[in-house]
């Protein structure tokens, strides 16, 4: 699937600093349609009522370590629902570890971005998604 800046995006972030950031990277790359969520447990209801309303997400853009529900534990979720488990998923970590990554991977992650990191990086990561 080619990239689409005007797909619906979420942005999944505890921080708000951060959902502010990755959002001003995503529009400098050109993404127009992005929502914001803080945390996987405010963001699955969300992601639910967008499928509902026939108009889904597209892209997931989400951080890992969350209070409530966890990148991971949402990217589980997303896996095993049949009307999502297709959708592309960047995990943003500041995990780096080995043990880490292969969980994500192993979970079906799309691809993951270790923070800190440039737009040039993130659009890097996003081209790898929709090539």
Request: no cysteine; charged share 30%.
């Amino acid at each position: 699937m080619p990239l689409n800046p005007k797909m619906k995006t979420i942005v999944i972030d505890d921080m708000l600093t951060m959902r502010k950031i990755i959002t001003k990277m995503l529009k400098q790359i050109g993404f127009t349609d992005i929502h914001e969520a803080d945390d996987g447990a405010t963001a699955w209801p969300m992601i639910e009522e967008a499928l509902n309303n026939g108009q889904p997400f597209e892209f997931i853009v989400s951080d890992w370590n969350m209070p409530k529900m966890s990148g991971l534990e949402l990217l589980e979720r997303i896996r095993k629902d049949e009307r999502t488990k297709k959708l592309p998923f960047l995990m943003i970590t500041a995990e780096a570890e080995q043990s880490n990554v292969l969980k994500v991977v192993k979970a079906g992650v799309s691809n993951f971005v270790v923070k800190p990191f440039t737009p040039e990086t993130l659009k890097g990561k996003i081209d790898k998604i929709f090539p």
